[in-house]
T-cell receptor
Framework: GDSVTQMEGPVTLSEEAFLTINCTYT??????LFWYVQYPGEGLQLLLK?????DKGSNKGFEATYRKETTSFHLEKGSVQVSDSAVYFC?????????????FGKGTKLSVIP | NAGVTQTPKFQVLKTGQSMTLQCAQD?????MSWYRQDPGMGLRLIHY???????DQGEVPNGYNVSRSTTEDFPLRLLSAAPSQTSVYFC?????????????FGPGTRLTVT
Protein backbone atom coordinates (compact mmCIF):
# COMPACT_ATOMS: atom_id res chain seq x y z
CA GLY A 1 0.00 0.00 0.00
CA ASP A 2 0.88 3.67 -0.08
CA SER A 3 3.20 5.06 2.57
CA VAL A 4 4.97 8.27 3.54
CA THR A 5 8.26 8.53 5.42
CA GLN A 6 9.43 11.83 6.82
CA MET A 7 12.39 12.74 8.93
CA GLU A 8 12.07 12.20 12.64
CA GLY A 9 11.97 15.21 14.88
CA PRO A 10 12.03 17.24 16.85
CA VAL A 11 13.95 19.83 14.90
CA THR A 12 15.20 22.96 16.69
CA LEU A 13 16.49 25.90 14.66
CA SER A 14 17.49 29.44 15.35
CA GLU A 15 15.50 32.22 13.74
CA GLU A 16 16.56 32.93 10.13
CA ALA A 17 18.10 29.46 9.72
CA PHE A 18 17.46 27.32 6.64
CA LEU A 19 14.92 24.54 7.01
CA THR A 20 14.70 21.21 5.23
CA ILE A 21 12.30 18.45 6.22
CA ASN A 22 12.74 15.32 4.13
CA CYS A 23 9.78 13.35 2.83
CA THR A 24 9.76 10.28 0.62
CA TYR A 25 6.81 8.20 -0.49
CA THR A 26 5.77 4.92 -2.02
CA UNK A 27 2.60 4.71 -4.07
CA UNK A 28 1.14 2.30 -6.55
CA UNK A 29 -0.36 5.05 -8.68
CA UNK A 30 0.46 8.65 -9.47
CA UNK A 31 -0.25 10.49 -6.25
CA UNK A 32 -0.84 14.10 -5.32
CA LEU A 33 1.50 15.30 -2.58
CA PHE A 34 0.84 17.67 0.30
CA TRP A 35 2.42 19.35 3.26
CA TYR A 36 0.10 20.13 6.14
CA VAL A 37 0.98 22.22 9.20
CA GLN A 38 -0.47 21.94 12.68
CA TYR A 39 0.05 24.85 15.05
CA PRO A 40 -0.21 24.14 18.78
CA GLY A 41 -3.75 23.31 19.84
CA GLU A 42 -5.17 23.57 16.33
CA GLY A 43 -6.25 21.33 13.48
CA LEU A 44 -4.27 20.73 10.31
CA GLN A 45 -4.00 23.34 7.58
CA LEU A 46 -2.83 22.76 4.06
CA LEU A 47 0.54 24.46 3.58
CA LEU A 48 1.23 23.54 -0.04
CA LYS A 49 0.57 20.87 -2.61
CA UNK A 50 1.76 19.45 -5.94
CA UNK A 51 -0.24 17.23 -8.25
CA UNK A 52 2.27 16.17 -10.92
CA UNK A 53 5.96 15.54 -11.40
CA UNK A 54 8.25 18.61 -11.27
CA ASP A 55 5.46 20.78 -9.86
CA LYS A 56 6.65 23.14 -7.14
CA GLY A 57 4.21 23.99 -4.39
CA SER A 58 4.87 27.17 -2.44
CA ASN A 59 3.23 29.18 0.32
CA LYS A 60 4.37 31.52 3.11
CA GLY A 61 8.01 31.16 2.01
CA PHE A 62 7.88 27.35 2.10
CA GLU A 63 8.55 25.32 -1.03
CA ALA A 64 8.50 21.67 -2.06
CA THR A 65 9.09 20.08 -5.46
CA TYR A 66 7.46 16.84 -6.61
CA ARG A 67 10.36 14.59 -7.64
CA LYS A 68 9.05 11.43 -9.23
CA GLU A 69 12.49 10.01 -9.98
CA THR A 70 13.45 10.07 -6.30
CA THR A 71 9.86 9.72 -4.96
CA SER A 72 10.46 12.74 -2.74
CA PHE A 73 8.72 15.96 -1.70
CA HIS A 74 11.11 17.72 0.66
CA LEU A 75 9.94 20.87 2.44
CA GLU A 76 12.27 23.88 2.48
CA LYS A 77 12.28 27.42 3.78
CA GLY A 78 15.15 29.83 3.45
CA SER A 79 14.70 31.75 6.69
CA VAL A 80 12.47 30.41 9.47
CA GLN A 81 10.66 32.55 12.01
CA VAL A 82 9.50 31.83 15.54
CA SER A 83 5.94 31.78 14.18
CA ASP A 84 6.85 28.73 12.03
CA SER A 85 7.07 26.57 15.15
CA ALA A 86 4.58 23.78 14.51
CA VAL A 87 4.26 20.14 13.49
CA TYR A 88 4.62 19.49 9.76
CA PHE A 89 3.04 16.49 8.03
CA CYS A 90 3.82 15.17 4.59
CA UNK A 91 0.91 13.36 2.98
CA UNK A 92 -0.28 11.84 -0.27
CA UNK A 93 -3.51 10.87 -1.93
CA UNK A 94 -4.04 8.93 -5.09
CA UNK A 95 -7.37 10.01 -6.60
CA UNK A 96 -6.35 8.67 -9.99
CA UNK A 97 -6.47 5.22 -8.41
CA UNK A 98 -9.88 6.02 -6.96
CA UNK A 99 -8.62 6.90 -3.49
CA UNK A 100 -9.14 10.31 -1.91
CA UNK A 101 -7.78 9.10 1.40
CA UNK A 102 -4.79 10.93 2.78
CA UNK A 103 -1.83 8.84 3.88
CA PHE A 104 0.28 10.79 6.37
CA GLY A 105 3.83 10.66 7.58
CA LYS A 106 4.31 10.68 11.34
CA GLY A 107 4.98 14.40 11.52
CA THR A 108 8.03 16.51 12.30
CA LYS A 109 7.92 18.97 15.15
CA LEU A 110 9.78 22.19 14.44
CA SER A 111 10.77 24.62 17.16
CA VAL A 112 12.31 27.94 16.18
CA ILE A 113 14.13 29.86 18.90
CA PRO A 114 14.85 33.61 18.80
CA ASN B 1 -18.76 30.11 6.05
CA ALA B 2 -17.72 28.17 9.17
CA GLY B 3 -15.81 25.43 7.32
CA VAL B 4 -15.54 22.18 9.29
CA THR B 5 -16.83 22.28 12.86
CA GLN B 6 -16.46 19.63 15.55
CA THR B 7 -18.08 19.22 18.94
CA PRO B 8 -17.20 18.77 21.70
CA LYS B 9 -13.65 20.13 21.95
CA PHE B 10 -12.85 17.99 24.98
CA GLN B 11 -14.48 14.89 26.43
CA VAL B 12 -13.71 12.48 29.25
CA LEU B 13 -15.39 9.08 29.24
CA LYS B 14 -15.29 6.07 31.47
CA THR B 15 -14.50 2.67 29.98
CA GLY B 16 -17.62 1.15 28.46
CA GLN B 17 -19.49 4.40 27.92
CA SER B 18 -20.70 5.37 24.47
CA MET B 19 -20.75 8.75 22.81
CA THR B 20 -20.96 10.53 19.49
CA LEU B 21 -18.44 13.00 18.15
CA GLN B 22 -20.13 15.52 15.89
CA CYS B 23 -18.75 16.85 12.62
CA ALA B 24 -20.40 19.27 10.22
CA GLN B 25 -19.28 21.17 7.14
CA ASP B 26 -20.98 23.95 5.20
CA UNK B 27 -18.94 23.75 1.99
CA UNK B 28 -21.13 21.15 0.25
CA UNK B 29 -18.21 18.73 0.10
CA UNK B 30 -18.95 15.19 -0.97
CA UNK B 31 -16.02 13.57 0.82
CA MET B 32 -15.77 13.47 4.61
CA SER B 33 -13.48 11.50 6.85
CA TRP B 34 -12.42 10.86 10.44
CA TYR B 35 -8.83 10.54 11.61
CA ARG B 36 -7.27 9.89 14.97
CA GLN B 37 -3.96 11.42 15.96
CA ASP B 38 -1.70 9.67 18.41
CA PRO B 39 1.83 10.67 19.47
CA GLY B 40 4.44 9.34 17.05
CA MET B 41 1.78 7.81 14.79
CA GLY B 42 0.73 10.69 12.61
CA LEU B 43 -2.92 10.63 11.57
CA ARG B 44 -4.72 7.39 10.81
CA LEU B 45 -7.96 7.10 8.89
CA ILE B 46 -10.90 5.63 10.80
CA HIS B 47 -13.86 5.89 8.39
CA TYR B 48 -14.73 7.93 5.36
CA UNK B 49 -17.69 8.78 3.13
CA UNK B 50 -17.93 9.84 -0.50
CA UNK B 51 -21.50 11.04 -0.22
CA UNK B 52 -24.76 10.78 1.70
CA UNK B 53 -25.61 7.15 2.38
CA UNK B 54 -22.12 5.88 1.51
CA UNK B 55 -19.48 5.04 4.10
CA ASP B 56 -16.43 2.82 4.20
CA GLN B 57 -13.72 1.73 6.60
CA GLY B 58 -10.28 3.18 6.83
CA GLU B 59 -7.13 1.87 8.48
CA VAL B 60 -8.39 1.66 12.09
CA PRO B 61 -12.20 1.23 12.11
CA ASN B 62 -12.67 -1.17 15.03
CA GLY B 63 -14.75 0.24 17.86
CA TYR B 64 -16.20 3.06 15.77
CA ASN B 65 -19.36 3.49 13.70
CA VAL B 66 -20.33 6.20 11.25
CA SER B 67 -23.34 7.18 9.19
CA ARG B 68 -23.91 9.87 6.58
CA SER B 69 -27.56 10.82 6.29
CA THR B 70 -26.87 14.32 4.93
CA THR B 71 -24.07 15.94 2.95
CA GLU B 72 -23.30 18.26 5.86
CA ASP B 73 -22.99 15.89 8.83
CA PHE B 74 -20.72 12.93 9.53
CA PRO B 75 -20.93 11.80 13.19
CA LEU B 76 -18.50 9.28 14.69
CA ARG B 77 -19.89 6.91 17.32
CA LEU B 78 -17.85 5.14 19.95
CA LEU B 79 -19.86 2.09 20.90
CA SER B 80 -18.08 1.08 24.12
CA ALA B 81 -15.15 3.33 24.93
CA ALA B 82 -11.78 1.81 25.77
CA PRO B 83 -8.58 3.47 27.06
CA SER B 84 -6.95 2.66 23.69
CA GLN B 85 -9.36 5.15 22.14
CA THR B 86 -7.82 8.04 24.06
CA SER B 87 -6.72 10.28 21.22
CA VAL B 88 -7.33 13.49 19.33
CA TYR B 89 -9.97 13.07 16.64
CA PHE B 90 -10.09 15.15 13.49
CA CYS B 91 -12.84 15.38 10.93
CA UNK B 92 -12.02 16.52 7.40
CA UNK B 93 -13.90 17.22 4.18
CA UNK B 94 -12.98 17.60 0.54
CA UNK B 95 -14.69 18.31 -2.76
CA UNK B 96 -14.43 15.39 -5.16
CA UNK B 97 -13.21 15.86 -8.69
CA UNK B 98 -12.23 19.18 -10.29
CA UNK B 99 -8.59 18.37 -9.57
CA UNK B 100 -8.85 19.76 -6.05
CA UNK B 101 -7.89 17.12 -3.54
CA UNK B 102 -7.26 19.39 -0.59
CA UNK B 103 -8.85 18.24 2.64
CA UNK B 104 -10.14 20.80 5.13
CA PHE B 105 -9.77 19.86 8.78
CA GLY B 106 -11.82 20.70 11.83
CA PRO B 107 -10.22 21.87 15.09
CA GLY B 108 -10.32 18.43 16.69
CA THR B 109 -11.87 16.70 19.70
CA ARG B 110 -9.54 15.60 22.49
CA LEU B 111 -10.96 12.42 24.04
CA THR B 112 -9.74 10.78 27.22
CA VAL B 113 -11.05 7.37 28.28
CA THR B 114 -10.36 6.37 31.88
Amino acid sequence: GDSVTQMEGPVTLSEEAFLTINCTYTATGYPSLFWYVQYPGEGLQLLLKATKADDKGSNKGFEATYRKETTSFHLEKGSVQVSDSAVYFCALSDPGAGSYQLTFGKGTKLSVIP
Amino acid sequence: NAGVTQTPKFQVLKTGQSMTLQCAQDMNHEYMSWYRQDPGMGLRLIHYSVGAGITDQGEVPNGYNVSRSTTEDFPLRLLSAAPSQTSVYFCASSPLGQGNYEQYFGPGTRLTVT
